[in-house]
T-cell receptor
Framework: GAGVSQSPSNKVTEKGKDVELRCDPISGHTALYWYRQRLGQGLEFLIYFQGNSAPDKSGLPSDRFSAERTGESVSTLTIQRTQQEDSAVYLC?????????????FGPGTRLTVT | GENVEQHPSTLSVQEGDSAVIKCTYSDSASNYFPWYKQELGKGPQLIIDIRSNVGEKKDQRIAVTLNKTAKHFSLHITETQPEDSAVYFCAAILSGGSYIPTFGRGTSLIVHP
């Protein structure tokens, strides 16, 4: 079946502009995660959604970052007033439920470049 | 919070050799340790995992070992093949919570034919 998809695959934007990144999880997956991967670094957790519960936003680096999820479907990560240090690959993952018994399936990522 | 160190950052081996990647973690409460493989242009994919009540787990050419006392865990790949070339990430998780992994910085494995 279809895996996690993300769009766009690449985004180049000017410093100060807002960007929206989209994630389509695997159908039926209630948990959705956003991560940031800087060049040569591991994945940094940003935000996590589980069903209708309040999202865990503990990893968002600043108030310029926000994310929404409509029910158990599409999620959008928004970065306002982008800065050069926001340049990274943004990865989305989904799992059937939250918990170590449920594998996280990752999308291919969106490569964001802020010039 | 949890901190995961991963070594080496780059590992180059000849086809058929073994490769070992090591990670250490700081939070003794972490009890689940997955390993991911990330190929160029793709998202990470889970390849093997281990829980704290087990010392070793094998899956064909891949094995993971865990030393909870020393807070070390390692990935072992035997009989390496060129298609094993990728970036490998370890992670540590405290299960029972929201399942938010703390990742190591990754190891770029290059297998030369």
């Amino acid at each position: 079946g279809a895996g996690v998809s993300q769009s766009p695959s690449n985004k180049v934007t000017e410093k100060g502009k807002d960007v929206e990144l989209r994630c389509d999880p695997i159908s039926g997956h209630t948990a959705l995660y956003w991560y940031r991967q800087r060049l040569g670094q591991g994945l940094e957790f940003l935000i996590y959604f589980q069903g209708n519960s309040a999202p865990d936003k503990s990893g968002l680096p600043s108030d310029r970052f926000s994310a929404e999820r409509t029910g158990e479907s599409v999620s959008t990560l928004t970065i306002q007033r982008t800065q050069q240090e926001d340049s990274a690959v943004y990865l989305c993952a989904s799992s059937l439920l939250a918990g170590v018994a449920y594998e996280q399936y990752f999308g291919p990522g969106t490569r964001l470049t802020v010039t | 919070g949890e901190n995961v160190e991963q070594h080496p950052s780059t590992l180059s081996v000849q086809e058929g050799d073994s490769a070992v990647i090591k990670c250490t973690y700081s939070d003794s409460a972490s009890n689940y340790f997955p390993w991911y493989k990330q190929e160029l242009g793709k998202g990470p994919q889970l390849i093997i995992d281990i829980r704290s009540n087990v010392g070793e787990k094998k899956d064909q050419r891949i094995a993971v070992t865990l030393n909870k006392t020393a807070k070390h865990f390692s990935l072992h790949i035997t009989e390496t093949q060129p298609e094993d070339s990728a970036v490998y990430f370890c992670a540590a998780i405290l299960s029972g919570g929201s399942y938010i992994p703390t990742f190591g910085r990754g190891t770029s494995l290059i297998v030369h034919p």
